[in-house]
């Protein structure tokens, strides 16, 4: 069983710029949700994916964007980046009749310069 | 909305001592209450909730919706217990999972 992957693991981009992380379920999940951690924070929920179509969003703007693909995998698009998005985008994967169990992602960490 | 405070963001406690993490929440509906654990140069993962009923690692924690808490304890502290431990809430509704967290408590166990 495999659990779930993040890529990349680090990135630096500068104010303005556009970024895409991408996520790989763990083996079996149907559900993926992201969540955004500043520095010394707990996640914060972004939004969940269910059948390739967003099912709940949390208090972010639209420039946060997702996709899920057939496969289950997920990326987040961030755009006109700004200094306040530099945190850790966590993903978590779970399947639909077992919501309450999340299963984490190392995350990736996105500086904004 | 949804809240979850953790009112120590340092806890320190010597090997073999008790062990208690706070963790009180609001919220309108009935809650499912969670802990996870990020053990060092590990990803966060799933400790316990409160509907299991069950001790893990020697960890327990009991839901108390007259104080609104669920504080964590264990009777007596191990050095593997040193880790950054977060209270979290599940909002389910239609479908959707939700997970509100605790800005977290940094447990470091004195050997």
């Known amino acids: 069983e495999t659990g779930v992957t993040q890529s990349p693991t680090h990135l630096i981009k500068t104010r303005g710029q556009q970024v895409t992380l991408r996520c790989s379920s763990q083996?079996?999940?149907?559900?993926v949700s992201w969540y955004q951690q500043a520095l010394g924070q707990g996640p914060q929920f972004i939004f969940q994916?269910?059948?390739?179509?967003?099912?709940g969003r949390g208090n972010f703007p639209p420039r946060f964007s997702g996709l899920q693909f057939p496969n289950y995998s997920s990326e987040l698009n961030v755009n006109a980046l700004e200094l306040d998005d530099s945190a850790l985008y966590l993903c978590a994967s779970s399947y639909q009749t077992q919501l309450r169990i999340q299963y984490f992602g190392a995350g990736t960490r996105l500086s904004v310069l | 909305a949804q809240r979850v405070t953790q009112p120590e963001k340092l806890l320190s406690v010597f090997k073999g001592a008790p062990v208690e993490l706070k963790c009180n929440y609001s919220?309108?509906?009935?809650?499912?209450l969670f802990w996870y654990v990020q053990y060092s140069r590990q990803r966060l993962q799933l400790l316990l909730r409160?509907?299991s009923r069950e001790s893990i690692k020697g960890f327990t924690a009991d839901l108390n919706k007259g104080e609104t808490s669920f504080h964590l304890k264990k009777p007596f502290a191990q050095e593997e217990d040193s880790a950054m431990y977060y209270c979290?809430?599940?909002?389910?509704?239609?479908?959707?999972?939700?997970?509100?967290f605790g800005t977290g408590t940094r447990l470091t166990i004195i050997p």
């Open positions: 083996s079996g999940h149907n559900t």
């Open positions: 979290a809430l599940s909002d389910y509704n239609f479908g959707n999972e939700k997970l509100t």
């Open positions: 994916y269910y059948r390739e179509e967003e099912n």
């Open positions: 409160h509907i």
């Open positions: 919220y309108s509906g009935s809650p499912e």
